[in-house]
């Protein structure tokens, strides 16, 4: 089953994408840390902002009511001495109520219960017995006090701050007290409202029993609603905040405060969800201006991959072509400006050298007769390529040497090899420097010989014979070659013909008795062959 090659990715992208990963991350972290960082600075300051206006807003109250009590013992020190005069009694619980402006209605009421006098007199109580719950506690203590929530004689949802009368001989006289409505106007509800923060927030008053006395949504006011902060909490922590949630599963964060004299607990809390808001808003801008810098931060990353990636991506580049002539020079002229780049460069440049070396001798392995060290004609074949494409005219040397079957059945196969040696020798002490000397193959030779003409081929052809013919290979007792001689004219003919002249010549000279040079003449005024030299 063939497996299909991915395309490898190249060093240029892996260091942008490696860039991209990290400019990615190291956002994505910065903007993590921010959103985390900034979430616990907005929840931390939502918190705190809550619990100082919880506790500005207990402060006050706890103001107000020291100032309400303060005015009603004022009253009762007034009344101690007239308290069986109706016009002081009406005159007071007017002022009271209309001076100060901190009581819906104010009353007067006797050790008994039964109301002497009251503002406004619209309520229609003088001479009713009341019989709230408030009514008898202050009857029945007999001290200042601040009333838990509840219905009033005119069916209002009200708290009764009350202080005791008493005569100058000790006598319990009854009480002053004045009302605060909870679910109509009242300075006390001008007090929380016109404090009220306008970003999402809201605020509880609850007493000790978790009954609202004071909400933006007038619906909850008299009810009684889940703890936002336990009795626990606000014992051990009169003020502090919380994160807390509502009924409903709303995240709710909660500073609060309690109010001393009354046991109220006031609560700022603003939903966890509305504090965070602003954060989105944030990451966004944060992000819009990390964006242009993270731009050009994967610009430079960029050009610096390239920068980086060129070196070896030319190296691999040229690695592919280690056999290519002057691969080398060109190597050499990679500018490897860095450690890892240079080792590559030396380590090809190196192994360049060892390749074409090992090539270098295959070659000549390959074109080379391992016997006597000339060109074989594979050899031969590429000189003549050379000589075809340069149109270089050349005269041509087939040598056989003579009666070579008899040295090898008379002396021997190594004798033979012998002889064929000290041919080679000769011939190649008889070539011109740009001459090539080729073993054909068995005994015959063949000699090329670039720009000569007939006469200087002729010359030659004749001075190896001679030297062969005086050549001596113990055990044999003389060595001869016969050569035929032709010419390769570029204009004229094919180059095989050439060499089928020469051939030719050869046989000519065989049949003409041996250790003889015959050429071949080819010209538009002659033909035909000559015996040169004969022994």
């Known amino acids: 089953m063939l497996r299909l090659l991915r395309p490898k990715t190249d060093l240029r992208t892996l260091i942008t994408l490696l860039a991209i990963a990290s400019i990615v991350i190291t956002l994505a972290n910065s903007l993590y840390a921010t959103w985390r960082v900034q979430r616990g ?9 809550n619990r100082v206006y919880a506790t500005k807003l207990a402060s006050t109250t706890e103001l107000f009511f020291s100032q309400a009590q303060s005015q009603l013992a004022w009253s009762a020190k007034i009344l101690d001495d007239h308290f069986d005069d109706q016009n002081i009694l009406n005159a007071e619980v007017s002022r009271l109520r209309q001076q100060t402006n901190s009581f819906n209605s104010v009353a007067i009421v006797d050790a008994h219960g039964m109301v002497r006098a009251i503002s406004p007199e619209s309520l229609m109580l003088e001479g009713v017995q009341l019989n709230s719950a408030s009514a008898r506690q202050a009857l029945s203590e007999r001290k200042p006090l601040i009333s838990k929530p509840n219905m009033s004689a005119a069916n209002n949802l009200v708290i009764f701050i009350s202080y005791p009368l008493w005569s100058k001989s000790g006598a319990y006289l009854g009480y002053v007290g004045g009302t605060l409505y909870l679910k109509k106007d009242s300075i006390l509800n ?29 619906n909850l006011v008299g009810k009684t609603i889940a703890p936002l902060i336990t009795p626990q909490q606000r014992k051990e922590q009169p003020n502090g905040y919380q994160q807390v949630a509502k009924a409903d599963g709303t995240a709710l964060l909660a500073g609060y405060a309690t109010v001393p004299a009354s046991g109220w607990t006031i609560i700022a809390v603003k939903p966890t969800e509305v504090t965070l808001e602003p954060l989105s808003s944030l990451l966004l801008k944060v992000v819009r201006h990390s964006l242009p810098l993270a731009l050009l931060t994967l610009i430079a990353a ?27 020079k060109e190597i050499n002229a990679i500018r490897s400006w860095y450690f890892e780049a240079a080792q590559m460069k030396r380590a090809l440049l190196i192994g360049i050298g060892l390749l074409q070396d090992k090539i270098g001798r295959l070659k000549f392995e390959v074109q080379t007769d391992p016997l006597t060290q000339l060109l074989n004609r594979r050899g031969l074949n590429a000189v003549l390529e050379y000589f075809l494409t340069t149109r270089q005219p050349f005269a041509v040397l087939a040598v056989d040497i003579d009666h070579f079957k008899r040295v090898n059945d008379d002396w021997g196969h190594d004798v033979g090899d012998r002889v064929i040696i000290s041919v080679a020798r000769q011939l190649e002490r008889s070539a011109r420097q740009t001459d090539v000397v080729c073993r054909n193959g068995g005994e015959e030779f063949l000699m090329i010989l670039p720009g000569a003409n007939l006469e200087i081929a002729g010359a030659i052809a004749e001075r190896v014979r001679q030297a062969i013919e005086h050549t001596e290979v113990a055990p044999v007792e003389g060595i001869s070659i016969s050569v035929g001689v032709a010419l390769w004219q570029t204009e004229r003919e094919d180059m095989d013909e050439t060499f089928k002249r020469a051939d030719s010549a050869l046989y000519q000279a065989k049949r003409a008795g041996r250790n003889r040079v015959v050429m071949v003449h080819l010209a538009p005024h002659e033909s035909g062959e000559t015996e040169l030299s004969h022994h």
């Open 302 to 328: 960029w050009l610096l991959a390239r920068w980086i990636a060129l070196p070896l991506w030319q190296l691999a580049r040229k690695a592919s072509q280690m056999d290519t002539a002057g691969v080398s």
């Open 190 to 218: 001008d007090l929380l409202r016109n404090q009220y923060y306008r970003d999402g927030s809201s605020l509880y008053v609850m007493d000790e029993d978790n009954r609202v006395l004071y909400h933006q949504n007038d």
């Open 41 to 49: 600075v907005l929840i931390n300051n939502t918190l705190e902002a």
